[in-house]
């Protein structure tokens, strides 16, 4: 489940990927939009690990 948290990591690591403006979110670039959207992806994945490790014992 560790692997987990290493998606938010390499999906913001390569810069040029959303260096971009087009696609817009209700105004907002998609460089900005993009970044924001792993906050709570990264929260829940953050979630995912812990449970997971509370179940097992491993607090």
């Not at 990591?9 to 403006?21: A, I, K, Q, R, T």
Request: positive net charge.
């Amino acid at each position: 489940m560790w692997f987990l948290l290493l998606l938010p990591f390499v999906g913001l690591l390569w810069v040029p990927f959303y260096n971009s403006e087009l696609p817009t979110l209700f105004g907002f670039p998609f460089f900005y939009w993009y970044q924001l959207l792993w906050v709570p992806v990264t929260a829940f994945l953050i979630w995912l690990v812990y449970r997971r490790g509370v179940k097992r014992g491993n607090e």
